[in-house]
């Protein structure tokens, strides 16, 4: 069952004035990558009024952070690591985990510094936050504001206010950083429509509106930007710190490329791999936007499901790659893709589902590919456990193919189905007698070793604009088939 902890599951439906606002693509931070946006000012704007409004999407969750040990840098600016500001999810170790954290450090002090208690940990939505600061206000509790989802935040672990017209390092002559803190913090996870106004302070309601379903959803921003004010949404692949504000103030790029320009955005949220629905001894490393996954061998069972499930009816689609193994995982037939059931989590099927009652007894809830190398044909085990060899082999570079048509499923290889199954035409399903539930993705590793070493895997769910010529899939999608995102969900 996917999660979804704000009020943001991303969708086509209409804006509260009848036109859609839609965001087109986003920009993919990989921590292990060091990614970064970064831009000096050539001279200072208004230091103690500006505001931040950007979209993001969390990547890495857990107290390390991936790589960003010290939190997850959205927005900073400044000349030194005792004056400077800075947006950005906190980590373990560095306040409370997965908080927002918006301060400002002068002389190596907070002399400002806003902490929600809401936490920000939810891997399959979109958060919109609005970062204001203006301390010409005379009312203390006005000089700092922060808006999430179009609602301005009250409820704080830490709140220190700034002196009236105390100058912040941000919108100093220094360098400034979008998904990157004085080169050492990196963000992990999604940015769209990132902007930064210099010299005015507004609220949400500039970049967001409600909808008619009571939806958070974005608004195009027609205001002006002021000098060293910004526009980052990522159009161009070959350009992703494009400023499209008009001032020209270019960020120049690092540890980014064009196929970091991702389809997965604020108005058609895709899915991922879901890191916070897994075993209570979870042995994943996530990267790549929750799209990569790599599995260290254990002597213990892993399951590991997308965020959005494929519903009972419609034609749906998604691919996993096999991208590597470093010892013997396909030799041993230890790793298995497929679906499980969406009423499913992955602490009730640990330990092979013991203690869990089926609501249909005899029923398998997992449907799923035991992969094999040469000499260990593939196995497709379907309905009620039953386990049969489709042949062939996989190897490092292949693609598993999946289409669900209501009770029928096709599985191929690289684009050939098996038992010389047409999706497109419904004729020979690898399955046949799916029940007509919703089902996840599924990745499930069963390990009967601690040296089994390392086997990694990419999910294709149609987010990645450079594969396939834009489809986002290795190989041709059957005619008719969509890809697994919310608007083709009608969420």
């Not at 999810?89 to 997965?98: K, M």
């Not at 799923?368 to 000499?375: I, K, M, R």
């Amino acid at each position: 069952m996917a999660v979804f902890q704000n009020n943001l599951l991303m969708g086509a439906a209409s804006q509260a004035g009848g036109s859609v606002y839609s965001i087109d693509q986003s920009i993919r931070f990989n921590d292990d990558d060091s990614p970064k946006l970064q831009r000096t000012f050539s001279s200072a704007g208004t230091e103690e009024t500006f505001t931040f409004s950007c979209w993001f999407k969390r990547g890495n969750t857990g107290a390390g952070l991936g790589d960003s040990s010290q939190g997850l840098a959205i927005f900073s600016g400044g000349s030194s690591g005792n004056n400077y500001g800075e947006i950005r999810i906190d980590s373990s170790g560095y306040g409370v985990q997965d908080s927002l954290h918006f301060y400002n450090i002068n002389g190596g002090a907070f002399n400002m510094q806003l902490v929600t208690t809401r936490l920000f940990r939810d891997p399959s939505a979109w958060y919109h936050i609005v970062c204001v600061m203006d301390t010409t206000k005379a009312i203390a509790s006005e000089r700092m504001r922060i808006y999430v989802n179009g609602a301005r935040e009250t409820s704080f672990s830490t709140e220190t206010y700034p002196s009236q017209n105390t100058a912040s390092n941000y919108n100093t002559a220094s360098e400034h950083g979008v998904g990157v803190s004085l080169g050492i913090r990196s963000f992990d996870g999604y940015f769209a429509e990132v902007q930064f106004l210099d010299g005015l302070a507004l609220d949400s309601s500039y970049f967001g509106e409600t909808n008619e379903n009571g939806i958070w959803v974005p608004k195009e921003y027609s205001g002006s930007y002021g000098t060293n004010g910004f526009y980052i949404k990522g159009a161009d692949a070959s350009s992703l710190g494009a400023d499209s504000s008009g001032n020209g103030n270019n960020f120049a790029s690092s540890g980014l490329t064009s196929a970091d320009q991702m389809a997965d955005s604020p108005t058609n949220n895709h899915a991922v791999m879901n890191l916070l629905d897994t075993n209570t001894t979870p042995n994943w490393t996530a990267s790549n936007g929750n799209l990569d996954i790599s599995w260290n061998g254990a002597n213990y069972t892993n399951h590991l499901f997308s965020t959005l499930a494929m519903p009972p009816t419609g034609k749906w689609y998604f691919e996993i790659k096999f991208v590597s193994d470093s010892n013997q995982v396909l030799l041993n037939q230890i790793m298995r893709i497929g679906l499980m059931r969406d009423d499913f989590n992955a602490a009730m099927v640990q330990t092979t589902y013991a203690g869990v009652n089926l609501t249909d007894s005899a029923t398998d809830p997992e449907i799923y590919l035991v992969l094999g190398n040469a000499g260990n044909s593939c196995q497709l085990s379907g309905m009620g456990n039953s386990i049969y060899n489709v042949g062939g082999s996989i190897s490092a570079g292949d693609v598993i193919n999946f289409a669900r048509d209501g009770t029928n499923l096709w599985v191929g290889k690289n684009g050939t189905y098996y038992n010389s199954g047409n999706p497109a035409t419904g004729s020979n399903p690898s399955l046949s007698d799916l029940q007509l539930r919703s089902y996840r993705a599924n990745m499930h590793f069963t390990g009967t070793s601690a040296s089994l070493g390392t086997a990694v895997l990419h999910a294709f769910f149609g987010a990645d604009k450079s594969i396939g010529s834009g489809t986002g899939f290795n190989n041709t999608v059957p005619t008719g088939f969509l890809a697994l995102n919310t608007t083709n969900l009608g969420s």
